[in-house]
């Protein structure tokens, strides 16, 4: 479960208030666009998920863990349970797609057979498995994509955050990015895509949270196309 109570965050730097007094509550299982414009505050939101920064003011729970009191020692263990899906992909250039999923499982020190199981099954699961010996530069757009979701579901997280999952992707494309987000969704996983992408959201419809201008101006279900 996540939950924002009375959350603001100020930029101690510029001065700018990213949020302002959000109350929000995700609860696990769900499917959840985050939409708004630029600057309305989506990317301090996922910083905050990840604690890469701290709330000015308010409560941040995610996981079980209090991030409000979180210790440092203790960040890693609540970035396992998040998987992020970056807009920029954040591919290694020089391992194929089995090693760049892999790097990921052997930085948390997983069992070498864990990963000769798991590794297979995530590319597989996102459609690569012909692809699993190719380097990033000899895939597209949606496959470099495909690959970065895997990468973050391949340690099993309760949560997956994907930023933007279809801003570099053929629109051809797009249906099938999100509908390999539903079937993670389905599976148990909670989802958080933030998107600019309205026609997908239209399209698949569920919980809409909108941002604007760091405050929560929409927090509905809506109906999709399908």
Known sequence: MIEFNDVSVTYSSTGVDALNNINLTINDGDFVFVVGESGAGKSTLIKLLQKEIDATAGQVSVNGFNLTKLRRGRVPMLRRTIGVVFQDYRLIPTMTVYENIAFVMKCIDAPKKYIKKRVPYVIGLVGLSHKASSLPEELSGGEQQRVALARALVNDPQLLI???????????????????????????????????????????????????AGNVTIDKVVGGDE
């Open 162 to 212: 994907a930023d933007e999952p279809t801003a570099n992707v053929d629109p051809a494309l797009k249906y099938g990015i999100f509908e390999l987000l539903k079937g993670i969704n389905a599976c148990g996983t909670t989802v958080i895509v933030v998107t600019h992408d309205l026609d997908n959201v239209v399209h698949f419809g569920g919980r809409i949270i909108r941002l604007d």
